[in-house]
């Protein structure tokens, strides 16, 4: 079957690759590359943040289960004597972390897809001592996705796998059919557009933008042998979260060279430019939970509006405006690399049914 991704993120990216892996002829056109996504900015550990998965509940498992084979296929890899991960393997970590509690009972609706994944001793309570006293939480050990590299990845190994890419606006799901963006008419379409996805539809106006800023650090500071020490920054590991208050919620995701710190959660801010204020207050907040930040120093600053909708719309849409079938696949929030894996098998199940 012809048919046509809409969107270049994570999850238009996971669709075109699970649909090309089942024998479909595909094309996905978007308006910018994966780089230019908001799934670029992402930190990313799998975590369900931010989003509320009504009608595909298994899609947190199927995702967790894609990014632990993909961890280990790196880990294999690297094992076998690779200095680092190739292009053929997918820049996938599995890795320790605290994510801090406050509210009282927690919120631990994500643990049973963890302990069914990676065991009954997967998830650990704890009472630490921090940098700012006692805290409750839990440890456990999760996929942290090197987005950047990750992105590339996936876009390459669409193209092995067949995918066509064209870098278009769609403006108008009749004029994609009638082949308006240099695309063979499909024979079914794949929205996940992100904020868009909604516009393409009519309008939905359950989709709004959620606002978020991180800094980047170096993962470790110059030395002689270059990879931190002592000569150099602490080079970092365990990523940390405190996400209860989204307008003072603080996580630390140390990649392999550098360290997504965050953030905020704002509600319907459209701004996409880093602000100078809000930047202070996160690292102000990230430095005295994580006093290792305040010797390493600062990349940049980043921006991006996350897809947040009522509930995650998979599902296949009635349109008056083509004949061909149409399949949303958006409003991930915060969890668009979270779900990606789980959200393109669905989709993939979806077309199979067609």
């Keep these: 079957m012809r048919i046509t991704v809409i969107g270049a993120g994570v999850t238009g990216l996971s669709c075109a690759l699970e649909l090309a892996g089942a024998g479909h002829e595909v094309t996905v056109v978007a308006d910018h590359g994966p780089g230019d996504t908001v799934s670029a900015r992402a930190g990313a550990l799998w975590f369900p943040y931010d989003v509320t998965v009504e009608n595909a509940p298994d899609l947190e498992k199927r995702s ?41 009972p927690p919120d631990r609706s994500w643990v049973p897809t963890v302990t069914e994944v990676l065991g009954e001793d997967a998830v650990t309570e704890v009472e630490r001592e921090g940098a700012q006293g006692a805290e409750r939480g839990v440890e456990t050990t999760l996929p942290l996705i090197m987005t950047p590299t990750y992105l590339a990845w996936l876009m390459d190994s669409c193209r092995i796998a067949g995918v066509a890419f064209r870098w278009k606006t769609v403006e108008s799901l009749d004029l994609l059919v009638k082949g308006a963006y240099n695309t063979a008419p499909p024979e079914a379409v794949i929205i996940c557009g992100g904020l868009r996805g909604g516009e393409l539809l009519g309008g939905d106006d359950e989709v709004t933008p959620v606002r978020g800023q991180v800094i980047v650090f170096a993962n470790g500071s110059d030395d002689e042998d270059g990879d931190g020490g002592e000569d150099g ?46 930047a202070e207050a996160i690292l102000t907040r990230a430095e005295a939970l994580v006093p290792a930040l305040k ?50 098998e669905r989709v993939a199940e979806m077309v199979e049914q067609l």
């Design 64 to 104: 967790l289960i894609r990014f632990v084979e993909l961890a280990g296929q790196a880990e294999a890899a690297q094992s076998e004597g690779a200095d680092d991960v190739t292009d053929d393997i997918a820049p996938v970590e599995m890795r320790r972390g605290f994510l801090r509690e406050r509210l009282d």
């Design 233 to 278: 920054g602490p080079v970092l590991t365990d990523w940390y979260v405190d996400d209860d208050d989204p307008e003072n919620m603080t996580y630390v995701f140390p990649r392999v060279d550098d360290i997504v710190v965050g953030g905020i959660a704002e509600v319907s801010n459209g701004n996409e430019d880093p602000d100078a204020e809000t």
């Design 295 to 344: 010797e390493l120093p600062i990349l940049g600053h980043g921006a991006g509006l996350r897809p947040s909708r009522s509930s995650l719309r998979i599902e296949q849409v009635d349109t008056d405006e083509v004949n061909i079938p149409v399949i949303a696949a958006y409003g991930h929030g915060g969890a668009g690399v979270t779900l990606s894996w789980g959200t393109a």
